[in-house]
């Protein structure tokens, strides 16, 4: 990624731009279509992956359109009229893709990241790269995949928008996950997830939610897994972080080690994986070309840094990870509760 020309609008904690609660509109709401190209496009959620059959459904031309994306999947591309895009796949919802107005793209994909496609069972393993999700773990443990199974599911497309005003056109889709066969079998709760991503010019903005739709409680933990492309690791600086306390997990996953951060600039030299516990609502990641990615985020408790470094040996110098968390306190909801919490992501020259 190269440093952008001009500022973000909308940086840092003082300028948070958090949008009001939207409403949702419920299944067999479906508008005109010349209703749909103008405001909202909103629809039972489609199981169908049918690429065409979708972006009749839910395209609003110039702004959102379903597409063959990484590796074919189906995938919804954003396009905000400075020319900023995104991309979010079906599988695991997960956000590709998110491009500047330059072109610059500032997420990192592994190498393996298509390892979905070549194996077996398509299910086994998660797009690696760009944002994919933890829920309803972020691991490990013994029940289920390492982080959970919302980033190796199907998701449906529940609504896509674009907003009418000429200066104002913020492409957005709402994707949502709900409990199956697939997913009881390792977690035996009834819940929806929501999750809608959408570009406020060039700022990527992401907004979970989770309902318990069952009659028992549950317990979950959650995280936005970004892979955030660096010039080279060695480079690359996370500030935000000082005095707060961590757990260590580099010798140990299953048992980490407690310290406090006393580094203004966390740098690496090594593989790092740390959990920063009760985290501020604001981190940047200086990114070695002269900007920074800021992370800011409303509800997400925790913030992850995680570099592999020589265990990826082809591509630990290329990318970093900063991701928002809720690990510390996991959220409990009782049946019909729902949690909401949001994260957004800008470009920022130095
Ligand atoms: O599942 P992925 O995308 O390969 O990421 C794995 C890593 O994800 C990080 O969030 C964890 O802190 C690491 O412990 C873990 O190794």
Not at 284 to 295: C, H, K, P, R
Request: hydrophobic share 35%; with cysteine.
């Amino acid at each position: 990624m190269r440093p952008r020309c001009a500022p973000v609008a909308g940086l840092g904690t003082q300028q948070r731009s958090f949008r009001a609660p939207r409403a949702r509109t419920g299944p067999g709401h479906t508008n005109s279509r010349a209703a749909r190209h103008h405001q909202i496009v909103t629809a039972a959620a489609a199981a169908d992956t049918d690429i065409a059959a979708l972006n009749d459904q839910f395209g609003i031309p110039g702004r959102v359109e379903v597409v063959a994306g990484l590796g074919g999947l189906p995938t919804v591309q954003l396009k905000h009229a400075c020319g900023a895009s995104a991309e979010v796949t079906l599988f695991g919802a997960c956000v590709t893709s998110w491009k500047q107005a330059s072109g610059d793209e500032v997420l990192f994909m592994r190498p393996d990241a298509l390892q979905i496609l070549a194996g077996p069972d398509p299910k086994s393993k998660p797009i690696s790269g760009g944002i994919p999700h933890c829920f309803p773990q972020f691991g490990p443990s013994a029940a289920m995949q390492q982080h959970g199974f919302a980033r190796n599911s199907d998701w449906s497309i529940a609504a896509t928008s674009a907003d009418p005003q000429p200066d104002d056109q913020d492409p957005e889709v709402t994707l949502v996950l709900r409990d199956n066969e697939y997913t009881r079998k390792m977690w035996p709760h009834a819940f929806e997830v929501a999750y809608s991503v959408s570009l406020h010019g060039e700022l990527l903005q992401a907004d979970m939610r989770v309902q318990n739709t069952g009659d028992k409680p549950f317990e979950f933990t959650a995280a936005l897994h970004s892979y955030i492309e660096v010039s080279d690791v060695a480079e690359a600086k996370v500030r935000g972080l000082k005095g707060l306390e961590y757990l260590d997990k580099v010798a140990d996953p299953s048992n980490p080690t407690k310290k406090k951060e006393e580094r203004e600039e966390v740098t690496f030299d090594g593989p790092t994986d740390s959990v920063y516990l009760k985290a501020r609502d604001y981190v940047e990641l200086d990114v070695g070309t002269g900007a920074a990615v800021t992370v800011t985020t409303n509800k997400w408790s925790d913030v992850v840094v995680w570099s592999p470094w020589t265990a990826m040996p082809d591509c630990y110098r290329q990318f970093v990870c900063v991701e928002s968390a809720q690990f510390s306190t996991p959220v409990s909801l009782k049946p019909g509760e729902f949690w909401r919490s949001q994260a957004e992501w800008s470009v920022m020259d130095l």
